[in-house]
């Protein structure tokens, strides 16, 4: 894709399956890439596997000691932050018995930790003439899910936030988007089918026009065609990689018209 080979990216979450795919993606497209996560161990051996392109940095995104470091660090190790990329998340959610502290736990991680290191992340982008930012929103921003409250409150919020930062950057020449993935083979759905992807793909299909989970590469690829010239005319949106989630209704795949007359 146009306009990546020589730029740095910054991918909070970089630890998790997802962000490593996506520190990967950038990496073999010729992005300096710091991956930023506050799970040292993982993080230092996902740099180590992906080259000299890619650096780890230890980041609290709740932290902006942290959040300064590590913008501070992309731009001494490769002369330049383009590109930011909030992966970053808890799963943190007890549904509507959640606790005024677990609200403000996971809002501080999954929305205001992000919502600061644009913030931050923008001052580096101006300086060189522009950037590019992608947030992560969900599906379970846009929609009921059972036993959710916090993530989804939290996504949900992420996506206008895209919408109002885009607006206030525009004039630095930076484009802020959000992608929602659907169901996506990740560390919790790792931890939750005991790493068993065919399960999670059988129970995926029937709210999936697709038919099974997403993969993170699909993700990443997402992800650096927003950061890409060939989005250059996108900003202010939510991309969808949810293998058809949102574009069904409640009857999901069944041909519930067909029923009504048995």
Known sequence: MRGLEGKAAIVTGGATLIGAKVAEAFAQAGVGTVLADINAQD??????????????????????????????????SFGRVDFLVNVACTYLDNGLASTRDEWLTALNVNLVGMAIFTQKAQ???????????????????????????????????????TRNAAMQVADDNIRVNSISPGWTWSNIMVQLTENRREKADAVAAPFHILGRTGSPEEVASSVLFLCSDEASFITGTDLAVDGGYSAIGPEQMTDAVSKLAE
């Open 43 to 76: 993080g230092q051996r996902i740099a180590g596997e992906l080259g000299d392109k890619v650096k780890f940095v230890k980041t609290d995104v709740t932290n902006d000691s942290d959040i300064d470091a590590c913008l501070k660090t992309c731009e001494e």
């Open 123 to 161: 001052c580096y982008m101006r300086k060189q003439g522009g950037g590019s930012v992608v947030n992560f929103a969900s599906i379970s921003g846009k929609r009921a899910q059972p036993g959710r409250m916090l993530y989804s409150a939290s996504k949900a919020a992420i996506l206008q936030f």
